[in-house]
T-cell receptor, first 111, second 113 residues
Framework: QKEVEQDPGPLSVPEGAIVSLNCTYS??????FMWYRQYSRKGPELLMY????GNKEDGRFTAQVDKSSKYISLFIRDSQPSDSATYLC???????????FGKGTLLTVNP | AAGVIQSPRHLIKEKRETATLKCYPI?????VYWYQQGPGQDPQFLIS???????DKGSIPDRFSAQQFSDYHSELNMSSLELGDSALYFC????????????FGPGTRLTVT
């Protein structure tokens, strides 16, 4: 079993929809939770990070962490075609700072 | 704003050859991380450096080595290349050891034939 599980999709939604992306994890040492956006053949772009549990909002994006359930989410409001990309969750914690990624969810927002 | 620079962007090598990938971190970033992303896979951590010293090591083959230089740029050296080494190689940088603020470069696409 991988440390981080993420449904690879693909996920297709109409423009303006609310998108929910999720990851689960098994390593209790994880304390930092990140979401990256990756366009085809490009490097991952850091969208948001959350330390420990709680919510964080940035414009149309909201990240949630529930450490008791080992579950994290990213919500995208008023989704746009430009949001079409692969979304990767990533986590870190314990004695090292390497990122452990989920497999990524491919999102398509249709005009 | 300046970003992480990687060179070359594309590299084609034959089996058993060697390759050197370079990474130039964001100015004032002193920590570099290397990740390997196979086709359809998530990025896998290889190795990291903080202040020119190796800070962590992941699933990096013994055929690979890396170092960070005095100007904080880093090089990943890969020898005896195998077909399975074909992948995207990303470098990320941060200021200090910061798991939450690693900024990725555009990657080097290595193809081994």
């Amino acid at each position: 079993q991988k440390e981080v599980e993420q449904d690879p999709g693909p996920l297709s939604v109409p423009e303006g929809a609310i998108v929910s992306l999720n990851c689960t994890y098994s390593n209790s040492a994880f304390q930092y939770f990140m979401w990256y956006r990756q366009y085809s053949r490009k490097g991952p772009e850091l969208l948001m990070y959350t330390y420990s549990s709680g919510n964080k909002e940035d414009g149309r994006f909201t990240a949630q962490v529930d450490k008791s359930s080992k579950y994290i989410s990213l919500f995208i409001r008023d989704s746009q075609p430009s949001d079409s990309a692969t979304y990767l969750c990533a986590m870190s914690g314990g004695s090292n700072y390497k990122l452990t990624f989920g497999k990524g969810t491919l999102l398509t927002v249709n005009p | 704003a300046a970003g992480v620079i990687q060179s070359p962007r594309h590299l084609i090598k034959e089996k058993r050859e060697t390759a050197t990938l370079k990474c130039y971190p964001i100015p004032r970033h002193d920590t570099v991380y290397w990740y390997q992303q196979g086709p359809g896979q998530d990025p896998q951590f290889l190795i990291s450096f903080y202040e020119k010293m190796q800070s962590d090591k992941g699933s990096i083959p013994d055929r690979f080595s890396a170092q960070q230089f005095s100007d904080y740029h880093s090089e990943l050296n890969m020898s005896s290349l195998e077909l399975g080494d074909s992948a995207l190689y990303f470098c990320a940088s941060s200021r200090g050891v910061a798991p939450n603020e690693q900024y990725f470069g555009p990657g080097t696409r290595l193809t081994v034939t």
